[in-house]
């Protein structure tokens, strides 16, 4: 003859008693007649057995949630996703939560066959440190800037796109260009040339674009850190009002890039004009210093998806109330 304590209706009955009408395991007893140790059995096997399953949540999601809305209705974008700030430097130290809650999104939104655009930096590379549990996707990751050097080889496109790539265990291309050209025409022939027009077309699929984004200091930018640009010149453009870069071109508060056209037309990489056509465009921003490159971003329509610590969600928030927007 079954157990009572394996009979399914009444662990059924039994769970919904204890954890939605949230009668003690006592009260249980005397109402169907059965020991409390029986109880306690059953509910154990209600979650064993996945009719209940319990979520523990996070406080600080709920926190953020009426912040993640207001910001979203007010910079018309279509997703925001804050984590708690750490304590460490966020461009040099990796931020736990900020690289969970981003590959949560990834898979959530990536389906087979689609294509990933993937950017440069260190926000990027340290999304990737530690172990992410991730449903495999059988979609292509694409490094849309080029670069090559001997040092700091893991902040660049490739290898970024590789990682992400063997994190899902998907496909991956590689972009063997140089960053900067010394000029346009010779930066156009290099990307007319047959070896590349596999990367070239595989650009125009792109549908989701992961992305950070630099802000207009030396001593944390990853162009002057490179190599890639002059620190004279940097400071010209921020004179010029460059307040930050994507996909290592550069920009204005409102996201204007005219003026750094000299620079950003010799870059290797998708041009923000193809960028702003992809649907998805992630910007991955920790830290209140970026804050002007954040925005800049918003304006000029570089990003719709933005993944962000509290810090810098909370200084976005009070610009948009104290009217310096």
């Known amino acids: ?32 007649q059965v020991s409390r140790p029986s109880v306690a059995r ?31 209705k007010n910079f018309g974008l279509e997703e925001v996703i804050i984590v708690p700030s750490g304590n460490a430097d966020p461009v040099y130290e990796p931020n736990e939560n900020l690289a969970n809650e981003t590959f949560k999104f990834l898979s959530r939104v990536l389906e087979n066959k689609d294509y990933v655009g993937i950017t440069m930096g260190r926000t990027l590379k340290n999304l990737l440190k530690g172990h992410h549990d991730v449903e495999f996707r059988k979609c292509t990751f694409v490094p849309i800037v080029g670069g090559v050097a001997e040092n700091s080889y893991d902040i660049h496109s490739n290898y970024l796109a590789t990682s992400f790539a063997e994190i899902y265990h998907a496909d991956c291309l590689q972009f063997f260009a140089p960053l900067v050209f010394s000029n346009k025409d010779m930066l156009h022939n290099f990307l007319c040339e047959y070896s590349m027009q596999k990367i070239m077309r595989a650009f125009k699929k792109i ?16 162009l002057v850190k490179a190599g890639y640009i002059k620190e004279k010149l940097f400071d010209e453009f921020i004179a010029k009002g460059m307040v930050g870069d994507v996909a290592a071109q550069f920009y204005d508060k409102d996201g204007n890039t005219e003026q750094f056209e000299s ?9 923000i004009e193809n960028l702003k056509k ?29 993944i962000t610590d509290s810090d810098c969600a909370k200084e976005l928030f009070n610009h948009k109330e104290n009217n310096l927007l």
């Open 42 to 72: 059953m509910i154990k096997n209600g979650r064993e057995q996945g009719i209940v399953k319990i979520k523990v949540i996070n406080p600080d999601s709920l926190i953020f949630g009426n912040l993640e809305r207001e910001i979203e």
């Open 207 to 222: 549908s989701i674009a992961i992305m950070g984004i630099g802000m207009p200091a030396k001593q944390k930018s990853t």
């Open 1 to 32: 003859m079954k157990k009572i304590i394996d009979d399914i209706r009444l662990i059924f009955k039994c769970c919904g008693l204890y954890y939605e009408d949230g009668l003690s395991q006592q009260e249980i007893s005397d109402m169907l």
């Open 278 to 306: 992809v649907p998805c465009r992630i910007g991955i921003v920790a830290g209140k210093d970026k804050i002007n490159s954040l925005i800049g971003a918003i304006r000029g329509n570089l990003i719709n998806v933005l």
């Open 263 to 271: 620079f950003n037309n010799l870059i290797a990489a998708m041009s």
